[in-house]
Every structure is written in C-alpha cells, then in structure tokens.
C-alpha cells in the first residue's frame, strides 16, 4: 500500500501544481480592468493599436480591452460623453468641439498615435503624374464637414492655392466608412479614403491611389486618445497603463518590418489577405506615420487649430493645457 501511494506522490503533486497554476491564471484575469475602447473607425492606419491588442500588451498591463467601433468621430465622442465607453479614439477637434460647447467633463486628449493623415486621394482613372491643379473642376466625395478627413483636405487644396468651394465639388453627405462603395456605385470623379478601402479599390480596378493626403499634409495631429476629465482624474493608474501599452505598440511599428507587423494584426483584418496588409502597413510606415512616443505637444495642438480655422471651425484660441495632457506620455517613454 505504501510502496502505491509512494509511486502515485509524483501525480499528485504535479496535479495540486497543476490546479494552483490554474487558480494563479484565474485570479489574474479577475484582476484585469475592463476598459472600452471606441475607435473612429477599423484601418491599419492604427496599426500600433492592434500590434498592442494581439501582443498581449494591455493584458500585460492590467487591462481587459473591450473595442467597439464608433465609424465616426462625432459617433465616438457621443460614445465617450453618455458613459460607454471610457476612452475614445479619434481626430483630436471632437474635443476642441466639446470643450467649446462650454461642457465641464470634456475630454483630455492624454495620448498622440498617428502624425500624418491616413487617408488618400482616388481616382477613377489612373493619373500618374498628377498634380493638385488636376483636381479643378472635379466632383470629390470628401467628408463630413468639420471632421479631421475633410478639414485636413482642405488644408491641402489651399497650401496648392486651390479654393475648395469654387474650384471643386466636395460631397460631404455620405456617412463615413460608406464612401468607397458610393464611389463604386459611380458616385463622384474621386474619392478620400483611408486603408483598406483604398488598396480594396486598387484591387478591384475600381480606382487609382493619385495622392496622399498625409504627405501633401505634412505632420498633423491626425488622431489620439481621450477620456472625459472626471475619468482620467478618477483613475490615473488605467490611463497611465492604457498609455504603456499604446506605447509598446509604437515601440513594435518603429522596430519591426511591414511582413512582421502584418503577420501580428492579421486577425483584425480577416477580410484582406496578410500579403496586402503588408503592402498598406509599408504604405504607411514608409510616409512616417506612427509616433515614436505618445507625446501631444503644444506646436501639434497649435497647428490643429490652424486647421480648425482654416476651415471656419474654429473661432480664437483654445488653451492648449485645458485639452491636453502630457503626463501618462512622459512617464511612457
């Protein structure tokens, strides 16, 4: 009898080990914080974001990440203002727009992820040596008003001395996200698109990446993080662990090659073959778009608003340190 329950010691202990490891991993993934995530819209524009997700980062930090997809900035700040969600992904002038309504719990913009625009000008007909005069009497399916799209294109139209409302027809009445299939439906000469909608027309042979909007643009603000300020009060350490991760994510992009970060946010993007993932993420990469840290700095804030005004968004100043707050990024580096 105690020769068998000797033999049997072995199992049982590597069984107890086995049920304590389990206990471990449960009791771990109790602790982890939910925290909702609303993004303006799924693109490997924000690759970073998904390297974060599929890397385990925000597990590692302590997060169990929820992400919703709001197709839209207004959609997501009205996500982020009604509680459901607590950190909202978008252009940075949903804020501006918020604080401007006079709301005492607007939204703090804590972290910066991308630093060109994403998007990309498509037309109809191939144009390999186009120049923004081309565009001249064009109709462009362009944007809801006020948002980062449009205003960032018509800062380009105006850097190339071109009047957006006589010298071109933008429609603006298409909700976002719907563009790519009004223009496959014959709607307009041309087109804004972000990835993957422009590569997808490309490969259908139903449009012509002619330019890119993030380098004619040169380094905007295009998109960051926000929560309303109650929240970022309330729990500095989920936003600083937020950040961390975000961080991690940018930290991948910047060392790793286009194939290697295809091959990790591959599962965010069922619908579009690894190989072609690779080919927008190198679209992107090679323009610089990804931040080497999360820092929103004051010139970035500065040159929005020139934006914002430029577009007749935007009347006087906005206090840079109201909206924006550096210290999660600092502490990220």
Known sequence: MKKRLFRLLPVLLALLSLCACKEKETTTENELTKVTLNEVAHSIFYAPQYVAIENGYFKEEGIDLTLVTGFGADKVMTALVADEAQIGFMGSEAS?????????????????????????????????????DDIKGKTVLAGRAGGMPQMVFEYVLKKNNIDPQKDLTMVQNIDF???????????????????PHATSLEL??????VASLGVDSGYVPYTAYCAKKSYLNENPEIIQSFTNAIQKGLFYVNSHSSEEIAAVI??????????NIAIIVERYKSQDTWKTDTVFTEDSFNLLCDILQ????????????????????EKAK
Do not use: C, H
Not at 183 to 191: A, E, P, V, Y
Not at 204 to 209: A, K, L, N, R, S
């Open 177 to 195: 996200g719907l563009t790519a299939g009004a223009f496959m439906g014959g709607q307009g000469d041309m087109t804004i698109e972000f990835e």
């Open 204 to 209: 259908q042979g139903e449009g012509y990446v």
């Open 266 to 275: 591959a599962p965010q993007f069922p619908e579009i073959d690894e190989k």
């Open 310 to 329: 430029s577009a007749g968004q935007l009347e006087g100043n906005v206090p840079y340190e109201d909206i924006i707050t550096t210290d999660f990024s």
């Open 96 to 132: 501006v727009y918020v604080y401007l309504e006079g709301s005492k719990d607007y939204a703090v913009n804590f972290a910066q992820l991308t630093q060109r625009a994403g998007n990309f000008l498509v037309s109809r007909k191939p144009m390999d040596d186009f120049k923004w």
